[in-house]
């Protein structure tokens, strides 16, 4: 969201200054290695600037937690208040994109966005992608 701010320094300042601090999945996989499982070095000193990118490690430590949940209880109960948020979030991501079509069809956002097509691809967007592909190889 930093391109559609370029015109506002204040504004690119304060995004960059948040974009740097950890994200609630950095902090989760930070409080999973101080559960003692083994989170990869390089995934919790990652480039906190730059976008998360699905990790096949950190899936393979979800599912540590997901095929022995009494052994990794908090671990587990942290996974589900995670996929939890993300079924919340997908839900009013879901309505805003329905309610902006509703007032203004196809027209240009007011983010600064592409509007509706915009919000429609970001109904695609993953924040937990690793907690929601061990389903599929549980």
């Given at each position: 969201m930093l391109r559609p701010h370029a015109h506002r320094p204040d504004i690119v300042a304060r995004l960059e200054t948040e974009l740097a601090r950890?994200?609630?999945?950095?902090?989760?996989l930070r409080a999973l290695a101080r559960m003692g499982l083994p989170v990869p070095a390089a995934v919790l000193a990652r480039d906190l600037a730059r976008p998360w990118v699905a990790d096949d490690a950190v899936q393979a430590v979800w599912e540590s937690v997901y095929r022995d949940p009494l052994r990794h209880w908090e671990a587990y109960e942290l996974a589900e208040k995670l996929v939890d948020f993300e079924d919340y979030f997908r839900r009013w991501r879901f309505n805003h994109v329905t309610t902006v079509e509703r007032v203004i069809g196809l027209k240009?956002?007011?983010?600064?966005?592409?509007?509706v097509v915009y919000l429609r691809r970001m109904l695609e967007v993953e924040l937990f992608p690793e907690l929601w592909r061990l389903r599929t190889a549980l």
């Open positions: 950890p994200s609630l999945y950095d902090e989760a240009r956002g007011t983010g600064g966005t592409a509007g």
